[in-house]
């Protein structure tokens, strides 16, 4: 009854993706919390966890056999994780999201680096089934 498990990184979910994400924020906002210094700094600590997702997600994504539902519960996700990062940034920090001028730079472009990537891992992932029907 020795059973090995095995993790397969390809294998795993938006959810459970966004859960260890939501994990790691939640963590972060704790130790930020509790270091009680409240510097704007902490926005970017979480935010750290937030770019991993944007980053990893779409690369899984890629390598996904049913890549539509995928995408729309990833979609979700991230909607979610950024949801939290506000609620959590504005909570930790002294400083709220409207207050830090670097946020409203960084937030438009995590966006749209995220959905670009989503793009580009579909192209990648449409040219390897061109290639492999070939």
């Known amino acids: 009854?020795?059973?090995?498990?095995?993790?397969?990184?390809?294998?795993?979910?938006?959810?459970?993706?966004?859960?260890?994400?939501?994990?790691?924020?939640v963590l972060i906002s704790i130790v930020?919390?509790?270091?009680?210094?409240?510097?704007?700094?902490?926005?970017?600590?979480?935010?750290?966890?937030?770019?991993?997702?944007?980053?990893?997600?779409?690369?899984?994504?890629a390598f996904q056999k049913k890549l539509l539902p995928y995408m729309g519960i990833s979609a979700l996700v991230f909607i979610g994780l950024a949801a939290?990062?506000?609620f959590l940034g504005n909570l930790v920090s002294n400083f709220s999201y409207g207050e830090v001028r670097e946020l409203h730079i960084i937030a438009p472009t995590i966006l749209i680096f995220y959905f670009m990537f989503n793009f580009l891992c579909f192209v990648f992932r449409s040219a390897l089934h061109y290639l492999n029907r070939i």
Do not use: E, H
């Open 84 to 86: 939290t990062v506000y």
């Open 32 to 61: 930020c919390v509790a270091i009680q210094k409240r510097d704007v700094m902490y926005w970017n600590f979480i935010i750290i966890p937030f770019f991993l997702f944007t980053v990893y997600n779409p690369i899984i994504g």
């Open 1 to 25: 009854m020795n059973k090995k498990i095995s993790f397969n990184l390809k294998n795993t979910t938006p959810i459970q993706q966004g859960l260890v994400v939501l994990c790691a924020i």
